[in-house]
């Protein structure tokens, strides 16, 4: 169960990179993994360096995808962000966090869809 949930999430995380291209990012890398944990998608959208959550729901059953990416989630995703910025040389890199969300086949884009969060 837990292979094909992440077949799935991989096949989502580049649907999600396929949308952001067609609104002119350009992908840096998927999967980002590092000791604090990972990244989705790491992007380039104009001067910003972004940090992508990508998210699916079959339905409302569990509630809506975005509301997965909760305090915890964005906390992991800071650190993940830090790491990789301070890794490449990058922090005078302007930066955001953006939120994909596939529910069915609606697909939303949640541009800065979340602070940097510390801890």
Wanted: overall charge neutral; proline content about 1%.
């Amino acid at each position: 169960m837990a292979g094909n949930k992440r077949k799935i999430g991989e096949a989502y995380e580049r649907r999600a990179g396929e949308y952001l291209e067609e609104k002119g990012y350009e992908i840096l890398e998927y999967n980002f993994r590092c000791r604090r944990g990972e990244v989705d998608l790491i992007a380039r959208d104009g001067e910003y360096l972004v940090f992508c959550e990508v998210k699916y729901r079959s339905s409302h059953k569990r509630g809506h995808p975005a509301e997965a990416v909760d305090l915890k989630k964005q906390r992991v995703i800071s650190r993940c962000a830090l790491y990789y910025m301070k890794s490449r040389g990058l922090w005078e890199a302007a930066c955001r966090f953006d939120v994909v969300s596939f529910e069915g086949d609606t697909v939303t884009l949640y541009s800065n869809a979340f602070d940097y969060i510390e801890g």
